[in-house]
């Protein structure tokens, strides 16, 4: 199984770095500030079944794979407030009923 590669020269993981760590990371490429010496992961393959949630198939690079995935994700999230929406419109509704029904209530039957 492959896994991404850790840059030989971070120190320091840190989020939101075009790097992924703090230190200066250089080693092993002048051009890519990085590099590594293990595998891209656009050469990391995956070799599993088709994964039926995200479309991920076997000979898809992790690149892809995780393309895919995200677009998943994406969605998911969209539905989710889509969803939040819809149940907050339902809530209204509901509240409304409630409160007609009190009226209904209190103009027929006076206690």
Request: proline share 6%; glycine share 6%; aromatic share 2%.
């Amino acid at each position: 199984m492959a896994y991404l590669p850790v840059n030989p020269c971070c120190t320091g993981v840190v989020l939101n770095s075009p790097c992924g760590c703090s230190s200066t990371c250089n080693c092993n490429s002048t051009t890519n500030p990085c590099g590594t010496s293990g595998a891209l992961s656009n050469t990391i393959v995956y070799n599993g079944p088709t994964l039926p949630g995200s479309g991920v198939e076997a000979c898809d690079t992790l690149n892809v794979a995780l393309s895919k995935i995200d677009e998943v994700l994406v969605q998911l999230k969209n539905q989710v407030a889509n969803n939040t929406a819809a149940i907050s419109s339902i809530t209204e509704q509901i509240i409304d009923i409630n409160a007609q029904i009190v009226t209904i209530n209190n103009n027929c039957c006076p206690s």
